[in-house]
């Protein structure tokens, strides 16, 4: 009989968790625009088409080593992603160098967030609240520096939905924009429904330091206008705040 009536509430006790969770329910048709690694494409193409549809989008950004971020030809200047957030995009943090989390220790993983942090202020950037994992590679290291360091969101790969009554904050999975997957982007954006969030990462547009991560800029516009065209709600991560109960989704049990 007990075990009838925990079968029979756990439908309930699902449905209070997500409420706890949820601040207001998720739209359908709502879809994050993350940008990784301060192409300087960013900047000269995408940040016009974004303000062209009224998107908002986040751009993590980091100082790649190889090609040299000094290289202006391939990456943003600190000044452009100054300007990036003085046009209301949303700045996030990559690393300093894209390390990838695998790779350090939580106190090299803390100087290296710190960096960014400091280069932000430096220019007049508010601090950054949401990370992005280089290379995708997660490690539950990372769950207790972010956290200490007021951390909301941290965003992976995965390609798939976020569901933010049942991910990680720190684990939002994300689908890849890439110049050969065009349906797998279209079926992607007709999954954000049912209380389910579709987060994009993208790179360049285009991508002349890592090709392999190249978005065509006429099929990013594409993509653009479709969105905008069907009536979905574009945004910045930050902007999930307005549905997400951080310190309760904070408790999520995080699955690696």
Not at 34 to 53: E, I
Not at 72 to 93: A, C, D, H, P, R
Request: glycine fraction near 4%.
């Amino acid at each position: 009989m007990k075990r009838l009536i925990i079968i029979l509430l756990l439908p309930l006790l699902f449905k209070t968790a997500t409420a706890q969770v949820l601040k207001k329910p998720i739209p359908d048709k709502l879809v994050v625009l993350s940008f990784d690694d301060a192409v300087v494409t960013q900047f000269t193409v995408v940040a016009p088409l974004l303000k062209k549809y009224g998107f908002g989008a986040t751009f993590f950004v980091c100082e790649f080593k190889d090609p040299p971020f000094s290289d202006k030809s391939k990456y943003l200047s600190w000044e452009q992603i100054e300007e990036l957030n003085k046009m209301g995009f949303e700045i996030g943090n990559h690393t300093q160098n894209h390390t990838h989390v695998t790779k350090m220790d939580s106190t090299r993983f803390t100087a290296e967030l710190q960096y960014i942090e400091d280069k932000c202020k430096e220019y007049h950037i508010p601090k950054p609240i949401n990370f992005a994992y280089p290379g995708y590679d997660t490690s539950p290291k990372a769950i207790n520096v972010l956290k200490a360091k007021g951390y909301e969101f941290a965003r992976a790969g995965l390609d798939r939905t976020y569901d933010p009554a049942v991910d990680h904050p720190y684990l939002m999975p994300s689908f890849t924009m890439l110049a050969n997957n065009r349906q797998a982007i279209y079926d992607a954006f007709a999954l954000a429904k049912d209380g389910k969030v579709v987060i994009l990462t993208i790179h360049g547009v285009p991508d002349i330091a890592h090709a392999w991560v190249n978005t065509p800029p006429e099929l990013f516009e594409e993509y653009l206008k479709y969105l905008h065209d069907n009536h979905y709600e574009v945004i910045a991560m930050r902007d999930l705040k307005a549905y997400i109960n951080i310190d309760k989704a904070l408790q999520l049990k995080p699955v690696f």
